[in-house]
């Protein structure tokens, strides 16, 4: 009898292997999970496994999360229309969690029919019911998102401009060949993926664009395009041939284009952006990668073939969505018509909308720099020649060294070919801190009356932290509105080895000293600030905790530093960074850590304050409990409705813990504390309140993050969920303080702070008409663009039915005057009829967002015709 080994046998996709032997019968091993292992499985299921070509045990998780999300809740059935949709969602999860990921999400979501937004959707819901997403899943997939939404606006910008570069423009591409249009995308999407590693990155994509598009339209016949390209390519073109050189045709090498960027000109004067920037792009990234590709200087184009493959490799070993997809109009790269933002009428609307806000906030911030300098003003020497110890020379070299530090991280993060753009970054961050640290010196020395500021500008913390909240504000207007990314805050911590209780000090002064910053960018800096008191300054590395430890000989260091009677005040103070940085070394002759005036304390105890506390710390915490209180009440809100008694008892609890128990802050972010609190107390009050209930309520609020109740530290090196950290930390740690609360006589409630409102001011910020509930005005500012640079792309368009220049005209006189009689007049004397809300548009939104619809739209395009008319006069707009 024959003993080798008979092939294989398949059965239903299940593999066998018959073997015999000299022994009676035969037997059968099983090589495949196939029959036994997936024999519950639905064979659709199996069959878009076999698809992706996903393993046995990514196929096993995905199932489980299938199961979990089908009966969950008793709700499952729900989902039978779209189970294969959400099998696909189940697989990218499975997959991405254990790291095995054998196929593109382009490939999943063809298998199962689904477009971006509907994938990301499915997703989000899934976790809502069933808690599945890791933050490993989440950081894919927020990455993935934000990459998406660079990419459909990089390409409905490619395709804008496109038409106005080609003469053809009957239809969007006719006149052009697709063969230019593959490539010019096709090289596009090639460069930032070898030249990015970041491809999140709105501006340098852009810019990278506008580079990919000289380059070809350069390339292209003068007959194909539009003025004022064709004279541009005309002219770099250069002459017609001799007699000599026609003879010689044939054996000639084509002469290399000129070093002209006219045409870059041209391009980025279109497209509202920085001829200087994209320049330099042009010139160190852009270059160098034309080099490695051995296209600089050449009028040759990059083989179709060559450069599709090249995008395939990137393609497939990041393993997200094929870009190539948008230049077919496919599906999958889609946004549902539902989806698109109601304010821009469709999302080219919406993609351009990111292109001019992020321009523009560009164009703000060098506006401001405009007359600021790289090095110190007379001003500043002037301040540093009045110190005892003169810092000029220290300042120079600390610059140099940290802008070295910077330039480096900045290219590791984005790309090694992005030096240059890091220390472009980077000297603008050292304008405005110049500009910011002479506009508070100035300040202090009104306030002060003196001008030798040796001790403060002779701390280098003081320095370190100006000059990192100064590049914070250029990483943030560079970044525009998209999603958080490897750049984001607080990276630039981590490149200067600056401690965030340290950086915090700096950000109020540095908002105040700066009135032109914009909204977004204060806003961005309390966000900053925000996150500081939520979780970065507990890092166990801190300096705060050291503070507090020196804090412990003296009497309740925290509790004194927001007495009982303040936490229900606003929080005013006079303190400046001087103050913070200086403290607690500051006489005590000086203004003391609180706002004595508004504090009923006796002048014996104010000034044991002042000779003791650490201002720094003590302003730190009054901010820490408002901003716990603010999180607190939006919770309580949410789940206590019915019972408002119990929002006073987990606060005080909360704040014992922060004032008493700080150990437990170590590495771990407030809102941990506060639903652990919340728990504790609603727990003992018999009050039927699950942490799932809690957690599911927590992820509505703004700026949480899963990973705060998902990954929490329980002890050194160990992390797990917030319900296993309450009950082995916080419960063990509080348990005799928690129970307190059930006795006769509980522990003093500590009184509730009022709900803080923002300590800055926001430039045009709306403010309410006297007498109407409905109707706010902004401040009319001058602008930061000059007339020259002003165009109808950088001013606000509305565009309101009915209404004329004139009644414009009287609603602000009925503004400015006093005499609220105008409002009737307005209507010629006629009873005013009840309006709706209006919906007025905020400071520094683009014109593309105006809502358009029937009459509407015909008045818009009339009023451009009539600007434009105007224009060719010679008006300025």
Request: a neutral charge; charged letters at 25%; hydrophobic letters at 35%.
């Amino acid at each position: 009898m024959d003993k080798r080994p008979r092939p294989l046998v398949m059965l239903q996709d299940c593999y066998f292997l018959i073997l015999t032997d000299l022994s009676p019968g035969a037997f059968l091993i099983f090589l495949s999970c196939g029959l036994c292992r997936h024999k519950n499985k639905d064979a659709d299921f199996l069959a878009i496994c076999k698809k992706l070509d996903v393993t046995d045990v990514v196929c096993d998780h995905a199932w489980r999360l299938w199961e979990m999300l089908k009966f969950v809740d008793g709700v499952g059935y729900s989902f039978q229309d779209t189970k294969k949709k959400h099998w696909g969602v189940c697989l990218f999860i499975a997959a991405t969690d254990l790291g095995v990921r054998t196929f593109t999400l382009t490939e999943v979501q063809k298998a199962v029919d689904l477009n971006q937004k509907q994938f990301f959707d499915l997703l989000k819901n899934m976790d809502v019911n069933v808690d599945t997403i890791s933050t490993k899943v989440n950081a894919v997939m927020t990455r993935l998102e934000k990459k998406y939404d660079v990419l459909q606006a990089l390409f409905q910008r490619f395709e804008k401009t496109c038409c106005k570069v080609y003469a053809d423009t009957s239809s969007q591409f006719i006149g052009l060949s697709l063969l230019f249009v593959t490539l010019f995308f096709s090289l596009f999407l090639f460069c930032t993926g070898k030249v990015l590693q970041v491809e999140e990155d709105l501006v340098i994509s852009f810019q990278l664009l506008m580079c990919v598009l000289d380059f070809y339209i350069k390339r292209c016949p003068a007959t194909m395009l539009q003025q004022p390209y064709k004279t541009v390519v005309s002219a770099l073109s250069g002459s017609p041939p001799t007699r000599t050189s026609r003879r010689n045709q044939g054996r000639a090498k084509p002469r290399p284009l000129k070093e002209d960027h006219k045409l870059l000109e041209i391009l980025c004067k279109e497209n509202d952006c920085s001829m200087e920037e994209v320049k330099h792009v042009y010139l160190t990234s852009f270059s160098a990668f034309l080099d490695s590709m051995k296209l600089s200087g050449s009028r040759d184009l990059p083989e179709e073939d060559i450069l599709d493959k090249q995008y395939e490799e990137l393609y497939l070993k990041s393993k997200d969505f094929d870009a190539r997809l948008f230049l077919d109009n496919d599906e999958t790269l889609q946004m549902n018509k539902t989806d698109l933002p109601r304010s821009s009428g469709g999302f080219m609307l919406y993609s351009f909308g990111l292109f001019r806000v992020a321009m523009l906030s560009i164009h703000q911030l060098k506006v401001i720099l405009s007359s600021a300098s790289g090095q110190p003003s007379d001003t500043l020497n002037t301040f540093f020649k009045n110190c005892t110890v003169d810092p000029s020379e220290e300042i120079t070299n600390r610059v140099e060294h940290l802008g070295k530090a910077f330039s480096q991280r900045f290219a590791e993060c984005v790309g090694q070919q992005c030096v240059e753009i890091g220390c472009q970054r980077f000297s603008l961050g050292v304008r405005l801190y110049y500009r910011v640290m002479e506009s508070i010196l100035k300040s202090e020395e009104k306030r002060l009356s003196v001008q030798n500021f040796s001790i403060l500008l002779n701390n280098s913390t003081f320095h370190i932290s100006l000059l990192a909240c100064a590049l914070e504000v250029v990483m943030a207007t560079y970044g525009g509105n998209m999603q958080e990314t490897d750049l984001s805050f607080p990276w630039i911590l981590d490149v200067f080895q600056l401690s965030a209780f340290d950086f915090y000090k700096v950000v109020e002064s540095f908002i105040k000293a700066e009135p032109s910053l914009s909204r977004d960018i204060i806003k961005h800096l309390e966000r900053c600030e925000h996150l500081i008191m939520e979780s970065i300054a507990w890092r166990g590395d801190s300096p705060l905790f050291e503070l507090l430890s020196q804090s412990q000989d003296e009497e309740d260091p925290v509790g004194q530093a927001e007495p009982p009677s303040t936490l229900n005040q606003p929080l005013q103070h006079n303190h400046t960074a001087a103050d913070l940085y200086l403290s607690p070394l500051r006489p005590s002759s000086r203004i003391g850590p609180l706002d004595f005036h508004s504090s009923p304390l006796s002048q014996t105890s104010v000034q044991s304050f002042r000779c003791t506390k650490s201002i720094s710390l003590s302003l730190f915490y009054r901010k820490v409990y408002r901003l716990a209180y603010l999180r607190l009440n939006m919770l309580c809100t949410l789940l206590l409705k019915d019972h408002p008694d119990l929002e006073p008892i987990i606060w005080t609890l909360l704040q014992h813990t922060l004032r008493h128990e700080y150990e437990l802050m170590k590495d771990r972010h407030l809102d941990q504390l506060m639903m652990s609190a919340m728990y504790a107390i609603c727990k003992v009050k018999n009050i039927d309140l699950r942490f799932k209930t809690i957690v599911t309520a927590y992820k509505s609020l703004p700026n949480t993050n899963q990973e705060t109740f998902k990954r929490v530290l329980i002890r050194e090196g160990q992390y797990d969920s917030i319900i296993v950290f309450y009950n082995l930390v916080f419960m063990q740690k509080l348990k005799t303080k928690i129970l307190q609360y059930t006795s006769p006589l509980p522990p003093t409630l500590s009184p509730i702070p009022q709900i803080p409102c923002s300590p800055y001011k926001y430039p045009s910020s709306p403010l309410q008409v006297p007498g109407s509930n409905n109707v706010y005005i902004s401040p009319l500012k001058n602008s930061r663009l000059s007339p020259g640079v002003m165009t109808p792309r950088s001013r606000l368009v509305k565009c309101i039915p009915g209404f004329t220049s004139d009644k414009f005209q009287k609603i602000n006189e009925m503004v400015s005057s006093s005499d609220w009689s105008l409002k009737r007049s307005f209507d010629q004397g006629s009873t005013p009829k009840p309006l709706k809300r209006l919906r007025f548009d905020m400071d520094g939104q683009d014109e593309s967002t105006v809502l358009c619809s029937g009459s509407t739209r015909t008045l818009m395009q009339e009023q451009k015709l009539k600007d434009s008319a105007h224009s060719a006069k010679g008006e300025q707009p």
